[in-house]
């Protein structure tokens, strides 16, 4: 079985790493402190002080950090992960980044022999602990084929969406339509409170019909719990939205559910809320 190497074990990543060690794989990771990585390390993961001497020891490398910068940095850098990978090797990125950047980590990787996907995920914390994510992949068919029995692990619904940059086009159409339902299911909630209805009732009710959505299902038992940690940060929705807005004014496309979306959670994050989960969206209206 391929030698895996995983930066980036943070609310996601920690899970996914787990399912990895789990179905039997030998998995090295990296982390900024070796105290972080503790709960792998006593799964049998091994640790890395450094990103390229990770990258030196893997057959597969996946990474899922914060920003497009993080990634430009980790495979582009002076010590990034092409220049250390060997020939034939897979580097995976899942962070939710530029398309942009993709097709340029991707045409690097081909000159170097070394094979490159982008393949972010939807599903947040419980889609990664219970291996079921939407993983959307951009690249190589051949590659992706090469890896699917990993895609596996993670993932319930694993689809290959076209050259390299796809995957991460793919996850700005996920992202804008969670944006403007994120609205809409807050909104709906401040509703059934301010007319004195029973929001679990409500939920009940609406779950199940037309209404129904992820958010809706997943999200808004929290809010009602006042639950607002994190399965997927504010600040990391806004750089999402962000690269989609940018992506959608290159294409001369308007979209204004999404620049709504982002004004609203910037507003939170300016009130010191960015490191809530996205459900915290309903302290906009409260």
């Given at each position: 079985?391929?030698?895996?190497?995983f930066?980036?074990?943070?609310?996601?990543?920690a899970s996914?790493?787990?399912h990895?060690?789990?179905?039997g794989y030998?998995v090295f990771?990296y982390t900024?402190?070796?105290?972080?990585?503790?709960a792998?390390?006593a799964?049998g993961?091994?640790?890395?002080?450094?990103p390229?001497?990770?990258?030196?020891?893997?057959?597969?490398?996946?990474s899922?950090v914060g920003?497009?910068?993080d990634?430009?940095?980790?495979?582009?850098?002076e010590a990034?992960?092409?220049n250390?990978l060997k020939q034939g090797?897979?580097a995976i990125?899942?962070?939710?980044?530029?398309p942009?950047?993709?097709?340029k980590i991707?045409?690097?990787?081909?000159g170097?022999?070394i094979g490159?996907?982008?393949a972010?995920?939807s599903?947040?914390d419980?889609?990664a602990?219970?291996?079921t994510?939407a993983?959307m992949?951009?690249g190589?068919?051949?590659?992706?084929e090469?890896v699917?029995?990993?895609?596996?692990i993670?993932g319930s619904?694993?689809i290959?969406?076209?050259?390299?940059g796809?995957?991460?086009?793919?996850?700005?159409?996920n992202?804008i339509a969670?944006a403007?339902?994120?609205?809409?299911?807050t909104e709906?909630i401040?509703?059934?409170e301010?007319a004195g209805?029973?929001?679990?009732?409500?939920l009940e009710?609406i779950s199940?019909g037309a209404?129904?959505?992820w958010?809706l299902t997943n999200l808004?038992?929290?809010?009602l719990?006042?639950?607002?940690s994190?399965?997927?940060?504010?600040?990391?929705?806004?750089?999402?939205?962000?690269?989609a807005i940018t992506e959608?004014?290159?294409?001369?496309?308007?979209?204004?559910g999404?620049?709504?979306?982002e004004?609203?959670?910037?507003?939170?994050?300016e009130?010191?809320?960015?490191e809530?989960g996205?459900q915290?969206?309903?302290?906009?209206?409260?």
């Open positions: 079985m391929e030698k895996i190497g930066v980036g074990t943070g609310v996601m990543g996914m790493a787990s990895l060690l789990e179905a030998e990771v900024r402190t070796k105290l972080k990585a503790e792998l390390l799964k993961a091994h640790w890395e002080a450094t390229s001497d990770l990258a030196a020891k893997v057959d597969v490398l996946i899922m920003y497009p910068k990634v430009e940095e980790l495979y582009l850098g990034g992960f092409l250390h090797a897979v990125d899942m962070t939710t980044s530029s942009a950047l993709a097709k991707a045409e690097v990787g081909a170097k022999g490159v996907l982008d972010p995920v599903g947040g419980i889609g602990k219970n291996g994510l993983i992949v951009g190589s068919a051949e590659v992706f090469q699917k029995p990993i895609f596996a993670l619904s694993v290959l969406q076209g050259e390299a796809s995957g991460q086009h793919t996850k700005m159409v992202q969670i403007s339902n994120m609205i809409g299911v709906a401040i509703y059934a301010k209805l029973n929001p679990s009732r409500v009710s199940g209404a129904g959505s958010s808004i038992p929290r809010v719990k006042d639950d607002f994190p399965g997927f940060f504010i600040k990391h929705f806004i750089k999402d939205m962000g690269i959608a004014k290159q294409m001369e496309i308007e979209l204004p999404l620049i709504l979306a004004k609203m959670y910037q507003t939170l994050a009130r010191g809320l960015s809530e996205t915290a969206l309903i302290k906009y209206y409260r």
